[in-house]
């Protein structure tokens, strides 16, 4: 008798340790009428900021769909969408979550299935084109493009004016102009003219999006290193702003941000998301101005207009409530003019909404920037940004192009440095 | 002989019973998950679109200049890592060891408790001391010792420099307190004889602390390199393997490659069981040079 007992616990415990690896996913999961929406994003101040004026705004038709929105780190949301659609189950997942644009494509293209195609849920062409090409996969729409990652020179005017440089001169230079401007200031005011993380290739990346260039070739597989005279060029200017030390290193966000809100730098060459950060020192309201972004010299096809950044809005095909979900995108950030007037007033968030752009809101001056209409500088800027396929191997790149800059900054020449990274990328991206 | 046979059986089974709970678990969750991982290294492609392809990953390994870089890094590490650990730990153990050392338990406590402080709090401090403007570059320079910043996390030469100051701050106090324990099991008499013979504090370090402590520095050696072999924390929060991989350890790329990428989940769990490899080699080779032949 006490020999079955023995053995029926250990059965019993057997069958509760398999169970939870067989059927997991009950059936009823899919059929679930959900007026629910969870929608995963990062940056309280930004992107959360925005979804919650969103949800007011659906909120006015659609009263009883609860919105729950739930902020993680960017880096935390990579990692949890991984996993989860990796692991095959949709348990646990958002019905809507922000994704980076330079990581869109490797997100669609790892998990074929898991993005709901939102080609009826809104009309694509509306949006800035550059922002199409990351969000679409396989002539299918599948993100609803948000934030503009426009690029834009911001500076201290006050700065700049002891070295005897005004507006005008700041209008269409290029970033050789850009570097005498800074051995200028620092002879005068003895302050660097920008702040670089050794890890973050952000200005190349500014760069050669500038020149309609980028890592890797149109398919966005193949890496496009040896032969690409705008990365090169890119790469000649980084060193030079380095050497005519005028560079500032920091290490992290908030060593950055701090850089410009001490003084110890003149000038950021960013995406305009950057504003609020350089708001929060309100002591040096009406001394910053933004110009358009410096150009390539020697790229014929180099515009003063470029992206860094920005993301969108993706709908998780397996999760209940997608329908609901794909709606809600629509009708907010798919759609509503009225909601981008509001994002701007309330957030300084600038979409990629082309009929939004008429808005009053656009034409604000302010007083931060010396009276300056940013908004509407920045949305102009917007249209002019050349159009890449940022592929799905953009940060594997730019890890060996870190290691690469470092060779060429202790003097390996130029074009073993950029035929050195393509052999690597080649032998390591499939 | 009927009974003692059944009764034998009866307890084997009872012992079975006792120790099926654990042996589920951990079949369940280790063993099952190292031979899924171990399937998955031949596997490769993006994200959920795996396919089989066999040795490839293992090949990509020997071809991979990031990995070399990573596995160049991590040994750098372990090598300079590991004794100073050691030594500075039997070190401060044999000095906090002394009876008539006054405030021994603060000291002790002192020593041990940056092991009970969050990976991530401790290594955000530390960036913050180490930053260009932080205090540990104004201590120096208010100090003359240097004349300008030295840039401790984008330099690559003073990134190494500033991860294993951190680590060593942070695990000293651990293997210490090992050392401490089993100090304290050492027989004062033999040291008593030891004074009477004449032999002086090195030679009663050397000849009779070291040789007595052997088990147990095997095993901080042991625990050390693999913990080292698995370095990530102070990495990824310190320099982020920067700057241009300089500091980067084979835990971070793998982290890199699962999630920072575009995921190839096949190639970071072969890049994983090349840490396994190691860490069966090394200490293989660490019982073979420290351990007793009787064990």
């Known amino acids: ?430 | 002989m009927n009974t003692g046979d059944s009764l034998q059986k009866k307890n084997n089974l009872t012992g079975w019973a006792f120790i099926s709970l654990a042996v589920i678990g951990i079949v369940a969750f280790y063993f099952y998950p190292m031979l899924q991982a171990l399937l998955l290294s031949f596997k490769s492609g993006v994200g959920a679109n795996l396919e089989f392809t066999g040795l490839d990953n293992y090949k990509r390994l020997f071809i991979d200049t990031t990995f070399r870089t990573a596995v160049s890094n991590t040994f750098l590490y372990l090598i300079i890592q590991v004794p100073v650990m050691i030594i500075l730990g039997l070190f401060i153990s044999v000095l906090l060891n002394d009876s008539t050392l006054r405030f021994r338990s603060f000291f002790r406590t002192a020593i041990f408790l940056p092991c009970v402080t969050s990976l991530v709090a401790y290594s955000v401090v530390f960036k913050y001391l180490f930053s260009a403007d932080g205090m540990v570059n104004q201590f120096l320079m208010n100090l003359h010792v240097i004349a300008e910043p030295i840039q401790w996390i984008t330099d690559p030469f003073w990134a190494k420099i500033t991860i294993i100051i951190a680590v060593t701050w942070r695990w000293t106090g651990y293997n210490m307190i090992f050392y401490l324990s089993s100090l304290q099991n050492i027989d004062q008499s033999i040291y008593e004889a030891a004074r009477i013979d004449g032999a002086n504090a090195f030679t009663q370090f050397f000849k009779i602390t070291v040789p007595l402590l052997k088990p147990i520095i095997l095993f901080t050696s042991i625990t050390s390199t693999i913990g080292t072999l698995q370095i990530f924390d102070e990495i990824m929060n310190i320099t982020k393997g920067g700057p241009g991989n300089a500091t980067m350890s084979i835990s971070q790329y793998i982290y890199n490659l699962s999630f920072k990428y575009s995921p190839d989940f096949g190639y970071a769990a072969t890049v994983s069981y090349s840490i396994v490899l190691m860490i069966i080699v090394l200490s293989i080779i660490q019982f073979k040079v420290a351990g007793d032949k009787n064990g």
């Open chain 1, 1 to 430: 008798m006490k020999k079955m007992w023995v053995l029926m616990l250990v059965t019993v415990l057997l069958l509760s340790a398999c169970s939870s690896g067989g059927g997991g996913n009950t059936a009823s999961e899919g059929e679930q009428a959900s007026n629910e929406i969870t929608i995963w994003a990062w940056d309280p101040s930004f992107n959360i900021a925005a979804l919650n004026t969103a949800k007011e705004a659906y909120a006015k038709d659609h009263p009883d769909v609860k919105i729950n929105v739930v902020e993680y780190a960017q880096n935390d949301i990579i990692q949890k969408l991984n996993t989860g659609l990796n692991s095959g189950t949709s348990n646990g997942l958002p019905n809507i979550v922000l994704i980076e644009d330079y990581r869109a494509q490797s997100f669609l293209n790892a998990y074929p299935d898991a993005f709901k195609d939102l080609s009826s849920n809104f009309t694509a062409s509306d949006f800035a084109d550059y922002k199409l090409g990351p969000t679409a996969y396989d002539g299918k729409q599948y993100g609803v493009p948000f934030d503009s990652g426009v690029t834009g020179l911001y500076y201290r005017t006050d700065l700049l004016e002891q070295a005897g440089y005004k507006a005008e001169d700041l209008q269409d230079i290029t970033w050789d102009d850009y570097i005498q401007i800074g051995k200028d200031v620092k002879a005068k005011t003895g302050k660097d003219l920008i702040t670089l993380d050794p890890n973050d290739l952000g200005l190349i990346r500014m760069m050669i999006q500038s020149a309609g260039s980028w890592y890797s070739k149109e398919d966005g597989k193949t890496p496009d290193l040896a032969g690409n005279a705008a990365l090169k060029e890119a790469f000649v200017t980084y060193k030079a702003m380095m050497d005519a030390n005028v560079v500032k290193l920091n290490s992290d966000w908030s060593q950055f941000v701090a850089a410009f809100n001490n003084g110890d730098v003149s000038t950021i060459p960013t995406g305009n998301w950057i504003t609020p950060s350089v708001r929060q020192e309100a002591s040096q309201s009406g001394q910053w101005a933004v110009a358009p972004l410096p150009k390539m010299a020697g790229q014929p096809n180099s515009v003063h207009a470029s992206n860094l950044g920005g993301s969108s809005w993706y709908v998780m095909n397996n999760v209940p409530g997608a329908d609901q979900a794909a709606d809600f995108l629509g009708s907010t950030f798919g759609s509503d003019k009225q909601l981008y007037q509001d994002l701007l007033n309330g957030i300084g968030a600038i979409g990629t909404y082309k009929p939004a752009a008429e808005g009053e809101a656009f034409s604000k001056e302010d007083e931060f920037f010396g009276g300056q209409k940013v908004f509407a500088d920045f949305a102009k800027w917007t249209e002019e940004i050349p159009s890449v396929n940022y592929g799905i191997n953009t940060y594997a790149i730019e890890d060996i192009l870190v290691v690469e800059m470092q060779n060429f900054l202790n003097g390996k020449a130029i074009d073993d440095v950029l035929a050195d990274a393509q052999k690597q990328a080649e032998a390591q991206l499939n």
